[in-house]
């Protein structure tokens, strides 16, 4: 393995919450007259970085309702729904085995820091991580800044660094840090998009240790 460091995104790399997110956002566009998220293909086709955008192309008038608010009154129904999602499959196998490797493993997320640790609590899986970091707010707009300056505070070599995620944007901050990228087509976006990045693309984590070997 070439890797030392492995940097984790959380939602939808780890945390398997893609049925919730659809929930959650139906409920916001049926409150605004909208057309709801028909299935997990169509929202991996529409999400994105930064999240307004994303709403944007649901089609929310922010002249109506601020994106600031519409924001808010997501992040409260994800909060009462997250209990819902569980791990992805292979999670806990993976973070062991790389664990065992010597691989020192951080998560890296575009959620805001307290709302992150508070959707990672119910499992057994913080002490696989050296740092959770997370971001000051609930608008998820990048974690590019925040995912630089952890990189130079630790010292990282870029050459021996691995960032593991679900979206263009994880590819976009790995790139930013010098890194290298791994994306899975089971969470927030669609294998098309993640392969136009030039990538590996995995279909979830079961081989990812046999890529890494």
């Known amino acids: 393995m070439n890797y ?34 028909p299935d997990a293909e169509t ?43 569980g791990l992805c499959p292979d999670v806990l196998d993976t973070l062991d085995a790389l664990q065992n490797r010597g691989v020192r493993q951080a998560v890296l997320s575009a959620g805001e820091q307290s709302s992150l640790r508070a959707q990672m609590a119910p499992f057994p899986i913080a002490s696989y991580f050296s740092d959770i970091l997370g971001v000051s707010d609930h608008y998820g707009r990048s974690k590019r800044d925040r995912a630089v300056a952890w990189a ?30 791994i994306l899975a087509t089971t969470g927030h976006q669609s294998g098309a998009l993640l392969r136009a990045t030039g990538a590996p693309v995995l279909h979830g984590l079961r081989g990812l240790m046999d890529y890494l070997s």
Request: with cysteine; charged share 20%.
């Open 152 to 181: 130079a505070e630790q010292g990282l070599d870029p050459r021996r660094t691995l960032f593991i995620g679900d979206t263009v944007h994880d590819f976009e901050v790995a790139s930013a840090c010098g890194a290298d990228c």
């Open 4 to 37: 030392d460091t492995i940097v984790w995104d959380w939602n939808g790399t780890l945390f398997d919450d893609v049925a919730v997110c659809i929930d959650v956002m139906n409920g916001l566009l049926a409150e605004q007259g909208l057309p709801s998220i």
């Open 43 to 85: 929202y991996r086709s529409l999400f994105c970085f930064p999240v307004i955008r994303y709403y944007e192309r649901l089609g929310f008038d922010f002249s109506k309702t601020p994106f600031e608010a519409l924001a808010r009154d997501y992040v409260a129904g994800y909060a009462a729904a997250q209990h819902r999602a």
